[in-house]
């Protein structure tokens, strides 16, 4: 109900659910019905997992101020951390490196965190060469890579954090 509400209908979707740990609290998303159909015939064995869900249940300890950002070419994810409680998940388009800026200094500012105190785990498509990371380490001190769990040869033009997300989709079935 609360994702008709937010979102309007959901008639062509099925709704799902799953926990987040360590918390109490549950990921709900929609997702469109021929996909899940389609996704089940073919894998009959599946279990859809939300790469929110993912990500904050492969953390071994929640982090106390932290953001976690993956990047996309056009869209990026984020994951606000204040007090070691999971404060904001969201997926947004971007065009430029400060629209990405803008949210993150503006959530930081919404949950009163810290610039200087905040870790900003940074996976996806960026490099260290790039715009956006500079305008990120300008702006957020304590930035960083994500690690990735399982090390592969860093082959040139693809290091590791390029693949974290698909890290986390490795961990939840191993």
Known sequence: ???????GSTAQSVVLSEPV???ELYNAYAVPEDIHEWVGRIFPAFRFRHH????VNNLSDPPKHAILLELDTDE????????????????????????ILYVLIKS???????REDVDLYI??????????????YQYFLRTRFRDVVWKIDEPENNP????ASLNDLARCVS
């Not at 996976?123 to 990120?136: A, H, N, T």
């Open 1 to 7: 109900k609360l994702i008709q509400a937010v979102h």
């Open 21 to 23: 740990k360590p918390s």
């Open 52 to 55: 929110y869900t993912l990500a």
């Open 76 to 99: 990026f994810s984020f994951l606000v951390w204040r007090d070691g409680k999971l404060m904001l998940a969201q997926t947004l388009r971007y065009v430029t490196p400060e629209d």
């Open 108 to 114: 930081c500012n919404q949950f009163s965190l810290s």
């Open 123 to 136: 996976s996806g498509l960026i490099v260290k060469e790039s715009q956006l990371y500079r305008e990120l």
């Open 160 to 163: 590791p954090h390029f693949f």
